[in-house]
């Protein structure tokens, strides 16, 4: 019988073992190059007591580790495959009309069930790394290079000039 599904955050211990686990898959990774071909056990304590994890298992469990041994707190949520609205707006920390907005304009896909949307949680994902990108291209474009001895209220100027232009170029896009 499986246990039920729930949010859980686990804080790491100043001695869980991470350092070790991190160490062992830190070896494995540089004895057999960057990408090695996916084969990890998780072994009981009985001789051939152990099962073959899939590699995208082991990726969490690589992430999971790696932040506990940073001190790091680890959230372990899950999810459902087709999210509400709430449940999407939850995720990218928006308001639920903000994300209806983005479903009407077409900036994620979606399907609708009677009077509901469903948002797959892959589109979701997939969403939030596009705007992310946008957002870190935006800054990108805004940012103005000066030397210390160049006069603050010209920097000053560039910078108006490079948002302004970011605008436009945002505007033109949409």
Do not use: C, W
């Not at 970011?166 to 033109?172: G, H, K, L, W």
């Amino acid at each position: 019988m499986s246990e039920p599904l729930r949010q859980e955050t686990y804080l790491p211990d100043d001695d869980n073992g991470s350092a070790e686990v991190y160490d062992f898959l830190r070896a494995h990774e540089n004895t057999h190059g960057s990408r090695p071909a996916p084969r990890y056990l998780l072994a009981g304590s009985d001789p051939g007591d152990s099962v073959e994890l899939p590699e995208e298992v082991y990726r969490i469990l690589r992430q999971v580790v790696d932040a506990m041994r940073q001190g790091h707190a680890v959230t372990v949520s899950p999810q459902t495959r087709a999210l509400t609205t709430q449940q999407a707006a939850d995720l990218l920390g928006v308001s639920r009309p903000t994300v209806v907005k983005l479903l009407d304009d077409g900036k994620i896909p979606f399907e609708r069930t009677r009077t509901h949307r469903r948002i797959l949680l892959k589109d979701l994902l997939e969403y939030r790394e596009r705007r992310r990108a946008e957002q870190y291209a935006a800054l990108e474009a805004t940012s103005v290079s000066f030397d210390e001895e160049e006069d603050l209220d010209t920097v000053l100027e560039d910078l108006r000039a490079a948002r302004r232009a970011a605008s436009v170029r945002r505007r033109q896009t949409s």
